[in-house]
């Protein structure tokens, strides 16, 4: 057990996007915090089923739900999912995303909707979903962008487009589910070494000379805010966005 984690102990989760990266190390850090944590992924199971694995041996249970986030049926089932098995649910984390970026003029209206399905409408139903089983203490928790805040370079439009929405998004439902003690807020993570910005990759020194430490996050930078958020430290925050970036838009 983590020091300063046992307020979340016995406490429910489900993290959208849980089988890799960013959603695998919040995943396990709220299960080190005592957490019971349930995970939704698209395709790759085997991934899903090692986060799973990593959560039992911390000795809380864990459960993997195959759900692709633009299919809102198949996300609120995730939710009832999560509640009929473990009997509860307390913790949300809208973390499950698609980085489509590219110049403007070769962004369609696919390109749009599955964007606009997985980025905004995706985190909007399953914290409606969630909400209806929330109650005093309840915490949402969404993963966005820094470059909501700071769009740095171009052909990013449609993502920032996307990650910008759950600013307002994150405020409407502080206002919306604060009398009922349930907090809302949004982690802007800036550079991450994950499967879809490794801190190896082409790019990696111009992205990294953006920050003001000079290197990527590890996902687990990003879970600790996350973890803070979920625990006792975070109960009263809410409507907030908090930067993880390293100073990226210092």
Not at 147 to 173: C, D, H, N, W
Request: glycine share 14%; net charge negative; charged share 20%.
């Amino acid at each position: 057990m983590l020091d300063g984690m046992k307020e979340i102990e016995g406490k429910v989760a489900l993290v959208t996007g849980g089988s890799r990266g960013i959603g695998a190390a919040v995943a396990v850090r709220l299960a080190e915090g005592g957490a019971d944590v349930a995970l939704t992924y698209e395709r790759d199971t085997v991934r899903a089923d090692a986060v799973v694995d990593q959560i039992k041996n911390i000795g809380r249970r864990g459960l993997a739900i195959q759900a692709d986030s633009a299919d809102v049926a198949a996300l609120t089932a995730a939710v009832d999912t999560t509640v009929g098995t473990f009997g509860g649910l307390d913790i949300l984390v809208n973390n499950a995303g698609v980085f489509i970026v590219g110049p403007l003029d070769d962004l369609g209206p696919a390109e749009l909707d599955r964007t606009l399905a997985v980025n905004v409408r995706a985190p909007f139903v399953a914290s409606q979903a969630a909400a209806r089983h929330m109650t005093d203490g309840g915490r949402i928790i969404s993963i966005g962008s820094n470059m909501a805040e700071r769009a740095t370079f171009p052909g990013f439009t449609l993502y920032v487009l996307s990650k910008t929405a759950l600013v307002g998004m994150t405020k409407g439902l502080a206002r919306d589910l604060g009398s009922r003690g349930i907090t809302a807020n949004l982690v802007h993570p800036g550079p991450t070494d994950t499967d879809a910005n490794p801190a190896d990759g082409p790019n990696a020194d111009a992205i990294r000379g953006f920050t003001a430490l000079g290197r990527y996050a590890e996902p687990r930078d990003i879970a600790a805010t996350v973890a803070h958020l979920a625990g006792d430290g975070g109960r009263y925050v809410t409507g907030a966005v908090i930067n993880v970036d390293g100073g990226f838009t210092a």
